[in-house]
């Protein structure tokens, strides 16, 4: 799979999980009596927030790491590290209950973009195995 390809996977999976996660927080928020009222620049901050925290997973392709591993805690740490930057610069906390609110959910976003990867990559190769054995098929 291309870089691109996989930039704008990730980039998709995360948004995706995010807005999922928000949507299941405001909606348990709601059957609890509270609101919660997004700003105008939500929308876009996810987005943002998507294409940024994609670019990591540039690491994975890093040969000189050699350890998975390694790899793998680079790659969180960076991402933590921008979800909590972001999150102060959007204002997606102002305090320590909002702060852990928001690893909370950057955790269930990272699960939810690494099992999304691992299916989409399965699923690929099935298609590409099946396409090889129909050419094996013909000779």
């Not at 059957?31 to 105008?40: I, L, Q, S, V």
């Not at 320590?96 to 099992?115: E, G, R, S």
């Not at 999304?116 to 098929?137: G, H, P």
């Amino acid at each position: 799979m291309s870089k691109f390809k996989m930039l704008f996977l990730q980039t998709s999976f995360i948004s995706l999980g995010i807005f999922l996660a928000v949507g299941i927080a405001q909606t348990v928020l709601h059957f609890f009596g509270n609101t919660y009222a997004a700003d105008w620049y939500f929308l876009l901050s996810v987005i943002f927030a998507g294409v940024l925290c994609s670019l990591p997973s540039l690491i994975l392709y890093n040969e000189k790491i050699k350890p998975f591993f390694i790899k793998i805690l680079i790659h969180f740490t960076l991402v933590f590290a921008a979800v909590s930057l972001l999150g102060w610069l959007f204002k997606w906390y102002t305090g320590f209950i909002d702060y852990a609110f928001v690893i909370l959910i950057f955790v269930f976003v990272y699960v939810f973009v690494w099992v999304m990867t691992k299916w989409f990559y399965v699923k690929e190769d099935k298609e590409i195995n099946t396409a090889l054995d129909s050419i094996r098929d013909e000779e």
